[in-house]
């Protein structure tokens, strides 16, 4: 079964801190992307990767950062946590070319306090 | 800019009724249209696409949409409703803004009563 994993479904972290969200697909996908997700909101690009060390930014990187070493693992950096970071966070990934079929995982809460 | 609406954020369904999740999509291009289902505490996965062609297009778990160019809709529908289908659904359009992503609406909670 194909799988998009993300490693922890809940955080909680203060104000300041840095925080690591970490993706790992496992269906040799090249496109990698964070969004987030918010009540009223819908989802919003964060960032995109379509190749190791690639990235692109998307609709609201402003704090966001990402890093792509290997092709299956894709991760998003908070650099100083700030309390309207609040949100779920959710990674995707999807073959080369473009069919918009995203596999996306489970998510990642995260509380900024 | 691309955009999507989905102007019913609740929707209530009895068991057995047929649903319609209304969408529209504002892009200047052919678009490419997709729905996707997000259950409780899941990711969201892909119910079905149009790219072109048949406008009525079918998906998974018995769901349909149908392409309307000239009211820019692609509303999505399924003739009977199984407690199962409680969820948020999301339309999106894909867009080219130098690489290929999905703009999605703000979603649709469908809420099945008995």
């Known amino acids: 079964d194909v799988k998009v994993t993300q490693s922890s479904r809940y955080l909680v972290k203060r104000t300041g801190e840095k925080v690591f969200l970490e993706c790992v697909q496992d269906?040799?996908?090249?496109?990698m992307f964070w969004y987030r997700q918010d009540p009223g909101l819908g989802l919003r690009l964060i960032y995109f990767?379509?190749?190791?060390?690639?990235?692109e930014k998307g609709d609201i990187p402003e704090g966001y950062s990402v890093s792509r070493e290997k092709k299956e693992r894709f991760s998003l950096i908070l650099e100083s946590a700030s309390t309207n970071q609040t949100s779920m966070y959710l990674c995707a990934s999807s073959r080369q070319g473009f069919d918009g079929e995203l596999f996306f995982g489970e998510g990642s809460r995260l509380t900024v306090l | 800019a691309q955009s999507v609406t989905q102007p019913d954020i609740h929707i209530t369904v009895s068991e057995g009724a047929s649903l319609e999740l209304r969408c529209n999509y504002s892009?200047?291009?052919?678009?490419?249209l997709f729905w996707y289902v997000q259950s409780p505490g899941q990711g969201l996965q892909l119910l079905l696409k149009y790219f072109s062609g048949d406008t009525l297009v079918q998906g998974i778990k018995g769901f349909e949409a149908e392409f309307k160019r000239s009211q820019s809709s692609f509303n999505l529908r399924k003739p009977s409703v199984h407690w199962s289908d409680a969820a948020e659904y999301f339309c999106?359009?894909?867009?080219?803004?130098?690489?290929?992503?999905?703009?999605f609406g703000t979603g649709t909670r469908l809420l099945v009563s008995p």
């Open positions: 990767s379509y190749d190791v060390k690639m990235k």
């Open positions: 892009y200047g291009a052919t678009p490419y």
């Open positions: 999106a359009v894909g867009v080219n803004t130098g690489f290929q992503k999905l703009v």
């Open positions: 269906m040799d996908h090249e496109n």
